[in-house]
């Protein structure tokens, strides 16, 4: 049965990659609005002005000799380019883009003191878009995100830090794609 998994996946990803063209690039900028932090970006556009679009981003946090803190969050998300629709973008090489999809982030707490490390995470949904700009094999743009994940509680030492929660991490970031559009 996973040979037959395997090998449907295999065939999925070399019919989209004969389709389409695939992009990487690297993002920069606020994650949860006042942390700086950085990523990767993985796309496969697909027919019909869409595209797939997958990002792995975070930061780290030193908030001094008790604690230490880092956010990791992963998004999958389908995207839609609004250049299609207006052809005056097209001309000038703009991409607008909406966005949303699937998210899933986790919190890392450090302890020096307790030497303990412990993490909240759970998965989420996220909605955004933003511009790219073609210029030639590098697109540069601006992606704003709006992300809910739903986070378990963390526990150190048998003491509850925090309880579950929705975190509510909204993100504007500036990146850069190679071979997008």
Do not use: C
Not at 45 to 58: F, M, Q, T, V
Request: charged share 15%; glycine share 12%.
């Amino acid at each position: 049965m996973r040979k037959i998994v395997v090998s449907l996946a295999f065939l999925l990803v070399m019919s989209i990659s004969t389709l389409s063209q695939a992009y990487i690039g690297a993002k920069a900028g606020l994650v949860d609005e006042d942390n700086f932090g950085y990523g990767l970006v993985f796309g496969v556009d697909l027919p019909l002005n869409l595209s797939l679009d997958a990002s792995l981003y975070g930061f780290y946090q030193d908030n001094g000799p008790n604690t230490k803190d880092a956010w990791l969050q992963g998004d999958i998300d389908a995207l839609y380019d609004l250049s299609g629709i207006l052809s005056t973008f097209e001309t000038l090489h703009l991409h607008p883009y909406v966005k949303g999809g699937f998210t899933y982030g986790a919190l890392f707490l450090e302890r020096p003191s307790t030497t303990d490390i412990e993490a909240s995470h759970g998965p989420g949904i996220n909605l955004g878009g933003g511009i790219d700009w073609k210029l030639g094999p590098v697109t540069v743009g601006l992606d704003i995100t709006q992300s809910f994940v739903f986070l378990d509680g963390i526990t150190v030492n048998n003491t509850q830090v925090s309880q579950d929660q929705t975190a509510k991490v909204f993100n504007v970031m500036a990146q850069v794609k190679l071979f997008a559009y």
